[in-house]
């Protein structure tokens, strides 16, 4: 079969699944990976022949996706801020939505030397270990109750070298020692019934990372009133979260003592990080 081929079948098994929005990119991802190639080469190569035990594998891939498995997962890769990162089921998949944390915090970290930094629930590393490459002189801890994140945290950090960064397994701040210039976390804000209703749909991320209790905000709230123990003076708290949800975050962050509250939007307008300072 050729590549040209090839993609029409898996683009016509996704359709028929109805898993995807993105049939065409999710389907010339998964054939990239399995050729090993780029997409300007997949398209620039429509009428080669592909070898039948690659696209055995190909369009094994494409019946996982229709099973509702990101291509992430498929291909293990995902891009976040312009670098790869490794990712596997166990771990969420990095979303465009929270390169805004990260474009926050560079921006409250402009003028810190040297600052110090804390990623809490970091599944793959994406925040932290990006904040530690673009601030190289920052030092990064990465925190995660779960073990995935962990071997994710160290695959990624290496492949990245990211030699400022570090992890610790934790339940939240439960083993976070020392005080931080900022702390950013895109912690679990799913409401238990919109978890629900994703694992039931064969939602393949985990519910461990997504499931924020009954209004999403169990796990937020709890960040917010330990924060302050861990924070220097004058650091930042930066919580990504849902919009409809950022008008009690930054009511609980008033209530826990934080100054200069504000909201930082995604492309699309919508409040998606709620972020205080503590003066101290
Ligand atoms: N933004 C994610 C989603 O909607 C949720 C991430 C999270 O709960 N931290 O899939």
Known sequence: ??????????????????????????????????????????????????????????????????????????????????????????????????????????????????????????????????????????????????????????KNREALKADNARFVRTDLFDRVEGRFNLIATNPPYLTARETADRMEEGWKEPALALDGGEDGLILVEKIVQKTIAYLAPGGYLLIEAAPDQMERILNMMGTAGFSSLGTADDLAGRERVAYGRWIG
């Open 1 to 154: 079969m050729t590549i040209r081929e090839l993609l029409r079948q898996g683009r016509d098994r996704l359709t028929l699944s109805g898993v995807s929005d993105t049939v065409d990119l999710d389907t010339s991802l998964l054939l990239c990976h399995v050729l090993n190639i780029g997409r300007e080469q997949l398209f620039a190569r429509l009428t080669d022949p592909v070898e039948e035990d690659r696209a055995r594998a190909f369009l094994g891939l494409t019946e996982k996706r229709a099973q509702n498995f990101p291509v992430a997962y498929l291909t293990g890769l995902k891009e976040f801020f312009g670098r790869d990162f490794f990712v596997e089921e166990g771990v969420l998949c990095p979303r465009p939505d929270t390169e805004i944390i990260v474009e926050k915090s560079l921006e409250f970290l402009e003028g810190t030397p040297s600052p110090a930094v804390l990623d809490l629930c970091s599944g793959s590393g994406c925040i932290g270990l990006t904040l530690a490459l673009e601030r190289p002189d920052s030092s990064v801890l990465c925190g995660d109750i779960d073990e995935t994140p962990e071997k994710m945290f160290h």
